[in-house]
């Protein structure tokens, strides 16, 4: 499949080849542990091991590389299980990462109470000025960790000027593009080295699968990482590796009507009387919106809001939804809602990264609009 054609096109047939024994469209679910030999070191296709390779989870990491247009894309039980294998492949005890100040949970807790143990430092910085990452920079810096837009204050970093300082620095820069997608936004071909994903969200995009992914340009690093990812053997088993290629078929037209749905739940936030403030990347006044514009296709379908009243109230919106569904995790066709502070974030209280007590997350699906709208009105009240 030739990477020339249209993002659309390679979400459907990218890895997705015809089954040589029946010419089936859609590939196998190849639920095996072990293969047959041809004598010994005999491998049909390369496949003796599924810790190692296993032809679905090949399909999918051939159709995860051409669509964020990099060399090799691996496939992991989660996405922090291909965060982990990234930094036992990147780093050594001693070394130090810059990470944002508005990272995902889970990430600042496997660097903060996981990686930290292993002898890994990192600091915090506002990614989204060039400066303070500069400025977070040590000699023993080896990695720059950027969110685009981020989980959950939806901040915007300009990835090709912090390509620019790490390349200058000497050191990786890797992209979670969980948020945005390939769809939306291709950090590879902005100057990252690393894309990582939690297939779980977006990708998957049905709610039913738990998956992550890293995607890479770098010859050497490919297979540094493919080295890592069998030695650790967190692999996405073939079933769950099935359901995320499936999913990623309709990506291109899920994402539209995301973004769709987002933005006009984002109009409503801005004018209720309740809504102290709105994070949304696709409104004018939002602070990265002009970068966003820029390095992103569209804005994606994560909004987050502040309201009056504070955490209580907040948690009360969260009680008080009806379509919406109370519940961590995103991007699936159904519309979530969540209190950051005491459900996904919990692990940052008390550290730079805390977000606001009153923020309510959404991650709207692909409901009809009008219903959507409804909902969140009488939830605010």
């Known amino acids: 499949m030739s990477d020339q054609h249209s993002f659309e096109t390679l979400a459907i047939h990218a890895g997705n080849t015809a089954d040589p024994l029946t010419g089936a469209v859609v590939p196998p679910i190849y639920q095996v542990s072990t293969y047959k030999q041809d004598g010994v070191g005999g491998l049909r296709g390369g496949y003796e091991y599924s810790r190692s ?73 506002d990614t989204s000025d060039v400066s303070a990452v500069r400025a977070a920079l040590t ?21 090709a000027a912090v390509a620019g300082v790490a390349r200058q620095a000497g050191v990786r820069l890797v992209v979670d593009n969980t948020f945005a997608s390939p769809y939306l936004q291709q950090p590879l071909s902005l100057g990252a080295d690393v894309v990582v994903h939690s297939t779980t969200k977006y990708m998957g995009g049905h709610s039913d699968v738990v998956g992550g992914a890293l995607v890479v340009s770098d010859p050497e690093l490919a297979e540094e990482l493919t080295y890592h990812q069998n030695a650790m053997g967190a692999v996405a088993g073939p079933f769950d590796a099935w359901l995320v290629l499936r999913g990623i078929k309709t990506l291109a037209v899920r994402m539209d009507r995301h973004d769709e749905n987002a933005t006009k739940v984002a109009d409503l ?5 309740k809504v102290t403030q709105v994070l949304y990347p696709g409104l004018p006044d939002h602070p990265g919106h002009e970068i966003a514009a820029k390095q992103m296709k569209a804005f994606g379908g994560m909004v987050s809001f502040r309201v009056a009243g504070g955490e209580e109230a907040a948690v009360e919106v969260c009680n008080r939804a009806k379509l919406f569904t109370l519940g961590e995790s995103l991007g699936g066709v159904e519309s979530l809602l969540e209190h950051p502070g005491r459900m996904t974030h919990a692990s940052a209280a008390g550290s730079p990264l805390e977000v606001p007590a009153d923020l ?22």
């Open 53 to 125: 390779a296993n032809p679905t989870r090949t399909a999918l990491e051939e159709n995860l590389a051409a669509l964020e247009g990099g060399r090799r894309g691996l496939a992991f039980a989660s996405g922090l299980a291909a965060e982990d294998c990234l930094l036992r492949a990147l780093l050594t005890p001693g070394d130090h990462v810059v990470i944002p100040n508005d990272a995902y949970g889970g990430t600042f807790r496997l660097f903060a109470k996981v990686a930290s143990r292993w002898g890994v430092e990192f600091s915090v910085a």
């Open 139 to 159: 000699p023993r810096t080896k990695a720059i960790w950027v969110e685009t837009p981020s989980n959950p204050l939806l901040g915007i970093t300009d990835i």
């Open 269 to 273: 936030l801005t004018r209720h009387p």
């Open 360 to 381: 309510v997350r959404l991650s709207v699906g692909i409901e009809n609009a009008d219903d959507l709208l409804a909902d969140l009105t009488q939830a605010i009240g």
